[in-house]
């Protein structure tokens, strides 16, 4: 065989071999010494893991609807309110007069108690207590402090009262929107210990000669129309 042919035949090998490595070369799938692919992601014979197809599968699916998401803010608002008022009856044992210290000694009770079953029912939920009050709490406690006397009993009586009127709202609310039985349960039992302190406030606001704000008018009925 001359050099001429010699030529023509390691070109034509080149171009048939040329092919095949440069598919080699640019297969995204394709590994060092792994020539079939058989370790190459979502091969079934492959010893890998698969990659995952949507992004609930690479963030894992959280379990957590929206109505069990509001169940839980609730537990940590109401949570964090009772905590407050326990703190600022606390506050009034010390500061206030012998009728405030009376009701406010009932309201660290009973609140108490109030705390230790919504935090059964945060455990249920999944939920961490809060673990301080809130800042409009914490912004009445101070301002308390500074008072005595007629004043830091008025002050007590008018924001103590406006609080339960805002959480009876609120509960009353909540009662009929939980999804969790246990929350809605422990919500229509707080309701009425709510209920039972407003009237209390009610009566120790008339002793003490304060004036409660009047509550807002109740919406009137819608009238149908008349053909």
Avoid: C
Wanted: aromatic content about 4%.
């Amino acid at each position: 065989m001359n050099k001429n042919w010699m030529r023509i035949a390691v070109v034509g090998a080149a171009v048939v071999l040329l092919p095949k490595m440069l598919v080699a070369q640019t297969d995204p799938a394709a590994m060092p010494n792994d020539p079939q692919g058989l370790n190459r992601p979502g091969n079934p014979n492959s010893g890998g893991t698969p990659p995952p197809t949507t992004m609930s599968d690479s963030l894992g699916a959280p379990g957590i609807s929206g109505p069990m998401m509001l169940d839980r803010q609730f537990v940590q608002t109401a949570a964090a309110g009772t905590m407050g008022e326990i703190k600022l009856g606390m506050l009034a044992m010390q500061k206030g007069s012998p009728e405030v210290k009376t009701f406010a000694q009932k309201m660290v009770e009973d609140h108490t108690q109030m705390k230790k079953e919504f935090a059964d029912v945060a455990d249920s939920l999944g939920e961490m207590m809060p673990k301080k009050i809130s800042k409009e709490d914490q912004a009445e406690y101070d301002k308390l402090n500074a008072l005595s006397g007629d004043a830091f009993d008025k002050e007590y009586i008018l924001f103590t009262a406006q609080a339960h009127r805002d959480d009876l709202h609120t509960f009353r609310t909540e009662a009929t929107a939980a999804s969790d039985p246990g929350l809605q349960a422990e919500v229509v039992k707080a309701s009425m210990l709510i209920r039972s302190h407003l009237s209390l406030l009610t009566d120790l606001a008339k002793a003490k000669g304060v004036t409660l704000p009047a509550r807002p008018a109740r919406p009137a009925a819608a009238t149908p129309p008349t053909e």
